[in-house]
């Protein structure tokens, strides 16, 4: 079982940043992936970023050279720096974790980008 407890979301302007972090209850060397989803009102969650447990990562198209995220195995942590964000960036953010072949989800942070 892995529970995960995200943090770091709000109310920013546009043009502004906000930083997600994602807190494993467990170890998460041995994860092979980690990920933040989004999901607007009305709309379909949606992959936002990836990382894998050797450090190799994805990401949506909207999210490339505005978005960053990182695993800190050591902090069992998984976090998302989010740069020039735009009004449409306004979400519920959700970690995701796939470990022994089973997902998990974290219960999801609000961001809300004002324009």
């Known amino acids: 079982q892995v529970q995960l407890v995200e943090s770091g979301g709000g109310l920013v302007q546009t043009g502004g940043s906000l930083r997600l972090s994602c807190k494993a209850s467990v170890s998460i060397t041995g994860i092979a992936t980690l990920a933040w989803y989004r999901q607007a009102p009305g709309e379909q969650r949606e992959l936002v970023a990836s990382?894998?447990?050797?450090?190799?990562?994805n990401y949506a198209d909207y999210a490339k050279g505005r978005f960053t995220i990182s695993r800190d195995n050591a902090k069992n942590t998984v976090s998302l720096q989010m740069n020039s964000l735009k009004y449409e960036d306004t979400a519920v953010y959700f970690c995701?974790?796939?470990?022994?072949?089973?997902?998990?989800w974290g219960q999801g942070t609000q961001v809300i980008v004002s324009s």
């Open positions: 990382v894998t447990a050797d450090f190799s990562t």
């Open positions: 995701y974790a796939k470990a022994s072949g089973l997902n998990y």
